[in-house]
């Protein structure tokens, strides 16, 4: 199988599995925190153990200022998780998903008042396309708290997600694999205080989806998306990226039966193509949970944009 093909197989394995994320998440049965703490619990041991295997820790790469980095923005990516999973149960899954897509244009802003780097009337006419697609699609009408509320939340991760990006690009040196362990391992600590172990202990068949968040989710994703990652143009990565939205609205709608209405519709292309514009047009990673990495150039990051949860 050629490089670039075996590429995009995982790749659009990786975000068919994120696609599904959403149903783990419910069927868990658990709330938003402590679905996120079994997540980042179980999915340290899966990145922990195939970076021993592979050796990654040996010349590891880490300095204090790089430990601290990655530490940083674990904690922006946990909490990134927590809103995530409570705009699923404020709203769907389909409409968080969504909404939470709009991580490019914060990182754009981002860029522009912290680095002082320029927006470009094209990015600008491309944000004001994308926030008339974000109306559309929210649907909220005058009193729907619920609606609102999800918007909120999954606006906040897509924050939370930018700012995880924004910090962690400027890791150079250390594989992704090992931020990303990094980031899960933070989360424990930070998010130990909200989890009800009493409540845990009865989810029975919950553990299953609760670990396959972990390892599946975590894990396996992250391992075939940082594979994939350098045999892949940057193009390619960003157009796949977006079937992630898509199997999440087609999951979303095959088990719980929830899909947009027309109006809504009309929005999600408007907020695709904006994204996929504004992503391609950007010379840094957009909204990876572990940007690229010099160093180690067989398994660094590409310089594209993934929006896997």
């Known amino acids: 199988m050629r490089n670039e093909t075996r590429g995009t197989v995982e790749l659009t394995l990786a975000m068919v599995l994120s696609g599904t994320l959403g149903v783990f998440v419910v069927e868990s049965g658990a709330s938003p925190f402590e ?3 079994f997540r980042c619990l179980f999915g340290a041991i899966a990145l922990g153990v195939y970076s ?16 601290g ?35 490019p244009f914060f990182l754009v802003l981002l860029g522009a008042v912290f680095m002082r780097e320029r927006i470009s009337a094209g990015k600008l006419g491309w944000l004001g396309l994308a926030f008339v697609g974000l109306v559309l699609v ?32 400027r890791i150079t040196g250390v594989r992704p694999h090992l931020i ?13 205080p909200f989890v009800d172990f009493g409540q845990a202990a009865g989810l029975g068949a919950g553990w299953a989806w609760l670990v396959g968040l972990g390892v599946v989710h975590t894990g396996l994703m992250y391992v075939l998306m940082y594979a994939a990652y350098a045999k892949l143009p940057t193009a390619k990565i960003a157009v ?11 999951v979303d709608w095959a088990v ?49 944009a993934t929006r896997a949860a």
């Open 52 to 67: 021993a295997v592979r050796g990654f820790f040996t010349g590891h790469g880490f300095t204090a200022r790089k430990f």
């Open 240 to 250: 796949l990226a977006f079937t992630y939205p898509a199997v999440a609205m087609g």
């Open 256 to 304: 719980y039966g929830h899909h947009i209405g027309l109006v809504q519709a009309l929005g999600v292309p408007l907020i695709v193509l904006a994204s996929l514009k504004v992503t391609l047009a950007a010379r840094t990673p957009v909204a990876a949970p572990a940007p690229r990495t010099a160093g180690h150039a067989p398994e660094d990051a590409s310089p594209a």
């Open 138 to 169: 929210s649907g909220v009408r005058p009193g729907d708290t619920a609606s609102l509320k999800g918007l909120g939340f999954a606006l906040a991760a897509a924050v939370l997600y930018a700012l995880a990006t924004f910090v962690t690009k």
């Open 35 to 37: 679905v996120v703490f």
């Open 69 to 103: 980095l990655a530490a940083l923005g674990g904690g922006f990516i946990v909490f990134n998780w927590v809103f995530l999973f409570e705009a699923y149960e404020a709203t769907s899954i389909s409409l968080a998903t969504v909404v939470y897509h709009t991580q």
């Open 180 to 192: 990303a362990l990094v980031q899960v391992l933070v989360g424990l600590p930070l998010l130990l």
